[in-house]
C-alpha cells in the first residue's frame, strides 16, 4: 500500500522546485472532511489534510467537493481531461478510496474508460513521478470486457447480481475485482450511436456509478436526439408472468384498494366467443382481471366494449384490420391521444407485443410512428404493478417522516405515448432483410410490400420509440399507408404512400 507521507513529500517537493509549473491547493481541515457524505480513510484523510488539489498548465485535479464537484452516485470527479472531453473519477464509500478511473465517453471515434489504479494513493503517487519526469500517462496494454448488466443480474456471482438488481438494458458493468494489470482498458462502446444518420441534436450521455465500494463500475447509455447504436439485452419474462401478473395486482388492490382498482375477469365460454384466438397465457389473465385502474395511469381495459377504446375506421385499416391487434388503454398525453393494443399473429392467434400507436389517422399518417410498451400482456401488467409498487413504497417512506401521501403514480401516461424521449431504434428499408440469415427477417423482406421500411424490436429497450419520419431514407414528403407488424409485433414496419 502506497505511503500517504511519501506523497505528500514528493508533491510538496515538487511544488517547492518547480513552483511555475505545479501548484498544490489547500487541504481540508478535519472538521470539513468529517462533514463530507462520505468516510474519509486514513490514507486519504492524512493527503487532504496537507494538499487538497494539484494544478499544472495542462492538468487540474480538485480532491474535494469545491465548485460542482460533488459526490455522486459512489464517486467524485477529480479533475476534466483533456480540456472536457473526459473526466477522471475515484470511487469513495468503504475501505481505502478506490478505483481511480478516466472516461472518455464523448469521443466519435475512440471512447475511451480506463481504470487508472486500484487506490487514489496509488494514482496519486504515479502522478507525482509523471510531474517529475514529464512523462505522459501510460497507454492501457490490458484490457477487460464491460458486459449487459442484464446478464450480471441472471449470472451466477450472487455479489456482483447484487449490485446491479433486475439489470437495465442499457447498461453495461466492469467487474473491478482481479484486474490484470494497471492501467487497464475497458472494451466497451455506448448504445447510442452520432454516426450514418444521428436523428436529431446528439445530446445522448453516459451516466456512471461506482457500486459496492469501488467493486463494479456502472455505464449507462443515456440515448436522447440519436439513434440505437447496438442491440441490447433485456430482461428475461419469466415463464409464469401471466400468474405473477394476476397474484402481484391482486395483492396491491387488497392492502391499497384506493390506489389499485381491478375489474371482474371473463368466462371461459365468452372468451371462445371473442373475434379473436385467446392463448392459454392470455386465458389465465382474463378469467381473474378484466381491468386495471391504477391511479396515476391509464385504465386498462381487457375485455371488449369500453367506449374509449372505438376505433376510428381509417384507423383500423391502418393498424392491419380485424384479428391482427385488441386495443387496451386510451392514451392521453398534453393534446395527443394514442391507442395501446396488443398485437396478434394472425397465423398462429399468439399475442405479442404491446405498442402504442398516435389514435388520430391524419396525424399518424403525417407522422408515422409508435412507442414499443411491452414485450406482452402480462409484461405490461407487471409494468403496472412495479410502478404502482413503487409509488406505494414511496409514499411509505414519506409517511414515516410527515402526513400520509395521496397514492398516485407521477408522470401519467407520458411513458405509453410515442415518441416522448425514449431510445430511438433505426428503421430501415426492408429489403436489405433480404439475404439475412435470420429466417423471420428474411420472411418479412419477402412479405412485406415494395417500399416498406421496418425494425427488428426483439433486442431494443422497453420502452422505445419507433420513429418511421426521422431516418433520412423515409421519402421526406410521404404520408403513411399502412402499419405492419410481423410476428405479433417482434418486427414493426411502415408502408409510404408517395405521389
Not at 13 to 32: I, N, S
Not at 151 to 159: K, Y
Not at 225 to 243: E, K, S
Not at 469 to 492: C, K, S
Request: hydrophobic share 45%.
Amino acid at each position: 500500500m502506497t505511503d500517504a507521507a511519501v506523497v505528500i513529500r514528493a508533491l510538496r517537493e515538487l511544488a517547492r522546485e518547480r513552483p511555475d509549473e505545479v501548484e498544490l491547493l489547500d487541504g481540508f481541515t478535519d472538521a470539513e472532511l468529517d462533514s463530507w457524505p462520505v468516510e474519509v480513510p486514513d490514507g486519504p484523510r492524512a493527503v487532504l489534510r496537507e494538499i487538497g488539489g494539484v494544478e499544472t498548465e495542462d492538468e487540474q485535479y480538485a480532491f474535494g467537493p469545491r465548485g460542482r464537484q460533488v459526490f455522486a452516485d459512489g464517486y467524485w470527479t477529480l479533475g476534466d481531461l483533456d480540456f472536457g472531453e473526459g473526466s477522471l473519477v475515484v470511487g469513495v464509500g468503504t475501505g481505502d478510496w478506490g478505483p481511480v478511473v478516466s472516461l472518455y465517453p464523448h469521443r466519435q471515434d475512440d471512447r475511451e474508460v480506463t481504470v487508472e489504479a486500484p487506490e487514489f494513493l496509488d494514482w496519486l503517487a504515479a502522478l507525482a513521478v509523471r510531474l517529475a519526469d514529464g512523462s505522459q500517462p501510460p497507454a492501457a496494454r490490458v484490457f477487460v470486457d464491460a458486459v449487459p448488466s442484464v446478464g450480471v443480474a441472471e449470472g451466477g456471482d450472487a455479489e456482483l447480481a447484487a449490485l446491479v438488481g433486475r439489470g437495465d438494458p442499457l447498461t453495461d458493468v466492469v467487474d473491478l475485482r482481479e484486474l490484470p494489470d494497471y492501467p487497464c482498458g475497458v472494451a466497451w462502446e455506448p448504445y447510442f450511436s452520432t454516426s450514418w444518420g444521428t436523428a436529431d441534436t446528439g445530446s445522448s450521455d453516459v451516466l456512471i456509478s461506482l457500486a459496492g465500494g469501488g467493486r463494479a463500475l456502472l455505464l449507462r447509455s443515456v440515448v436522447s436526439g440519436d439513434f440505437l447504436g447496438r442491440p441490447v439485452r433485456r430482461p428475461a419474462l419469466p415463464a409464469d408472468a401471466a400468474h405473477r401478473a394476476v397474484a402481484e395486482l391482486r395483492e396491491l388492490a387488497d392492502r391499497h384498494p384506493e390506489f389499485v382498482v381491478l375489474d371482474a375477469g371473463c368466462t371461459e365460454s365468452a372468451l371462445d366467443a371473442w373475434p379473436v384466438t385467446v392463448p392459454e397465457d392470455i386465458r389465465v389473465l382474463l378469467r381473474e382481471i378484466g381491468g386495471v385502474t391504477v391511479t396515476g395511469l391509464p385504465p386498462l381495459r381487457l375485455l371488449p366494449g369500453a367506449p374509449e377504446l372505438a376505433v376510428d375506421p381509417e384507423l383500423h385499416r391502418i393498424l392491419g384490420g380485424d384479428g391482427t391487434y385488441w386495443p387496451l388503454a386510451e392514451i392521453r398525453h398534453g393534446r395527443g391521444r394514442a391507442l395501446a393494443q396488443v398485437r396478434i399473429d394472425p397465423a398462429t392467434g399468439r399475442w405479442g407485443y404491446v405498442v402504442s400507436v398516435p389514435a388520430e389517422p391524419a396525424e399518424l399518417r403525417e407522422w408515422p410512428e409508435l412507442k414499443l410498451v411491452a414485450e406482452s400482456l402480462p409484461a405490461l401488467l407487471l409494468a403496472f404493478a412495479r410502478r404502482a409498487r413503487q409509488e406505494a413504497a414511496t409514499a411509505a417512506s414519506a409517511a414515516a417522516t410527515g402526513p400520509a401521501a395521496v397514492l398516485r403514480v407521477s408522470g401519467g401516461g407520458g411513458w405509453l405515448f410515442p415518441n416522448t424521449g425514449e431510445p430511438w431504434p433505426r428503421p430501415a428499408p426492408a429489403v436489405a432483410w433480404a439475404s439475412s440469415a435470420d429466417p423471420l427477417l428474411a420472411a418479412a423482406a419477402a412479405d412485406l410490400p415494395d417500399g416498406a421500411h421496418a425494425a427488428d424490436l426483439r433486442e431494443v429497450p422497453i420502452p422505445s420509440d419507433l420513429c418511421f419520419h426521422r431516418v433520412r431514407e423515409w421519402p421526406h414528403t410521404a404520408r403513411l399507408d399502412r402499419l405492419y407488424f410481423p410476428a405479433g409485433g417482434r418486427l414493426a414496419a411502415a408502408v409510404p404512400l408517395t405521389g
